[in-house]
């Protein structure tokens, strides 16, 4: 007999008792007048009255007028970019968010397998559990010569706490060979899942990819969603700092119910953690586009620890982890205590957890040295109109041609005109430090420079504006070991250091969301005039969206899938 069942027969008290709530029981999709008792940081049993469970010692919370729900689970993220989670974790617990699966898309390109397994070790002890995705981005060869070893990478699938192949975009796989195809066959061996991201995908190229991938959060209306669900793909609703796509999850709901959506914030940045949430924001924006509450819980609870195998996780069933979230207002989704595996970490809005800290390798702290050479942003002069990036907005850029000014045989950029350089340089340790200056319009008339080592899927640092401000930051970048730097004649004029990997910052996490106030204040002031000048900047570099970006040694055309140079043919 196991440690669970004297409890649930009444023969032994409970560790915790959770009395007088509506207890959400995601299976039926039922509010139910229930009882949770926890033993071994398990619930033991769910009974309509838990008086026999309760001894002197027993913990007994008292859930009149409130919803008991299974704890939250993001069912995808980026926890390696921006802050170290071990800083900011704390802020998801108090948002009911006992649960994450997250990409390695911060540390897995420059680090390759080893920067997984810091990811890992970084996370271990806290009490929030954290799954990963092996990232397949440095054996893509689309752009750029495939780094690492395929079965390196392979290997790490093998790990308890790996879900599965992180987002393949679409353009990598689809019609062509890839190097990653060793993952994909290693995690179909051993029942492990295939992320996709599918921008701009859909019939046949959608159902080619629906080959490789088993979920999907790139659907932005609801006939997207709709589209991946008929073909056999998870849908994944996102609402964070990258972008709101609950109305087409709403949409898509009224067609194929719950059953195949789950719910993710893709990323919630300090600023955004801190000021507006986690999690509870994701299901509120769910109840407020008509899903009923039940089933919008269900897509952040049972959906998502079904969809990717979590043993034990995303319901109060007899036998399952205590995570455990107390709600006492379902419209606003307002969470006034979390048990995470049955430890009271948050009650009546007060923490009883706090941020942790992690020493990493050396080589993370010391992970940006790039080229200052001031030809690595010179163009020589050329007589015809020349190939630039057309930022748009969002993640979206475009192809155009312009005509720079010409000064001392070499193409300058136009401020004034909203005519910028763009340059992008190679950080891989295997890398010289290098890469490729172009051109970007849309910006807007931007007067100085700003450079990040904050680049989407490519390990680098990217700078954009005019003069040697471009690389005065980032000189300054390289100084600080990574993060944000805004120059304007010669002076740093605001800055954000993010020293593991170059990608995340480990001050305090309310430090860090004041200095991106700070960069994207000054970058307004500067003259950026798109609605998210930080966003804009660091997504030049991504692959995943059309259809013009940067790469170390040129710009990708994301339609042909191949490297062209300035000179339009």
């Known amino acids: 007999m196991n ?12 560790d915790l008792v959770i009395r007088n709530g509506r207890v959400l029981l995601p299976e039926p999709g039922e509010f139910q007048a229930r009882d949770v008792v926890v033993t071994n940081n398990r619930v033991a049993a769910l009974p309509k009255d838990a008086t026999d469970a309760i001894g002197e010692d027993t913990n007994v919370i008292n ?8 704890g939250f689970i993001d069912a995808h993220t980026h926890i390696d970019l921006h802050q170290t989670f071990e800083n900011a974790y704390h802020y998801a617990l108090e948002g009911g968010t006992t649960t994450v699966v997250t990409e390695v898309t911060g540390f897995g390109p420059v680090f390759g397998p080893e920067g997984v397994k810091q990811m890992l070790a970084a996370t271990s002890y806290l009490p929030i559990r ?23 990478f392979a290997n790490l699938l093998e790990d308890a706490r790996i879900v599965g192949v992180g987002e393949t975009d679409w353009i990598h796989a689809v019609g062509r060979d890839t190097p990653v195809e060793a993952l994909y066959d290693r995690a179909g061996q051993i029942g492990k899942t295939v992320s996709g991201h599918a921008a701009g995908c859909s019939g046949e190229k959608l159902q080619a990819f629906a080959t490789i991938i088993d979920d999907d959060h790139e659907a932005i209306t609801g006939e997207e969603i709709v589209e991946r669900v008929e073909n056999g793909i998870h849908a994944i609703g996102r609402c964070g700092s990258i972008r709101d796509d609950m109305t087409a999850v709403g949409e898509a709901y009224e067609e194929i119910g719950a059953d195949e959506i789950s719910l993710s914030t893709d990323g919630m940045w300090p600023r955004e953690l801190i000021r507006e949430g986690y999690m509870d924001v994701v299901v509120r924006r769910a109840i407020e586009e008509g899903i009923p509450p039940a089933d919008a819980i269900r897509m952040v609870t049972l959906n998502p620890a079904r969809h990717f195998r979590l043993q034990n996780l995303g319901s109060l069933a007899p036998g399952n982890i205590a995570d455990i979230v107390l709600i006492d207002d379902l419209e606003t989704v307002n969470v006034t205590t979390v048990i995470s595996g049955g430890e009271v970490v948050y009650n009546n809005h007060e923490t009883t957890v706090a941020p942790r800290s992690y020493e990493y390798p050396e080589q993370f702290y010391d992970s940006v040295n790039v080229s200052t050479d001031p030809d690595q942003f010179r163009v020589p002069a050329m007589d015809e109109p020349v190939r630039a ?12 041609t312009v005509s720079p000014p010409v000064e001392d045989d070499e193409l300058v950029a136009a401020p004034e005109d909203d005519l910028l350089k763009v340059t992008l340089l190679d950080r891989h340790p295997e890398g010289d430090g290098t890469g490729f200056t172009g051109f970007l319009t849309g910006y807007g008339a931007f007067e100085g420079a700003v450079a990040t080592s904050v680049v989407w899927e490519t390990p680098g640092v990217i700078a954009v504006g005019s003069g040697d401000d471009m690389r005065r930051a980032v000189t300054h970048v390289n100084e600080m070991g990574g993060g944000w730097a805004v120059v304007r ?3 740093v004029v605001a800055e954000l250091p993010m020293r593991v990997a170059g990608v995340c910052s480990d001050l305090e996490v309310e430090e860090t969301a004041k200095l991106y106030d700070a960069v994207e204040g000054a970058l307004r002031t500067l003259g950026a005039n ?15 969206v ?12 994301i339609f042909s899938r191949e490297v062209v140079g300035l000179r339009v043919e």
């Open 130 to 152: 954290v799954y990963a995705t092996v990232p397949p981005q440095p054996l893509f060869d689309t752009f750029q010569p495939a780094r690492g070893n395929p079965d390196a």
């Open 530 to 544: 798109v609605e998210r000048p930080m966003l804009a900047v660091q997504t030049l570099t991504f692959p995943g």
């Open 489 to 491: 004649d010669g002076e």
């Open 546 to 557: 059309p259809s013009l970006k940067m790469a170390p040694s040129g710009y990708a055309d």
């Open 3 to 14: 440690d669970l069942q004297p409890v649930a027969l009444g023969e032994e008290p409970a």
């Open 389 to 400: 990036i057309e930022y748009r907005e969002g993640l979206l850029s475009g192809q155009t």
């Open 63 to 70: 859930a009149s007028d409130r919803v008991v729900s299974p």
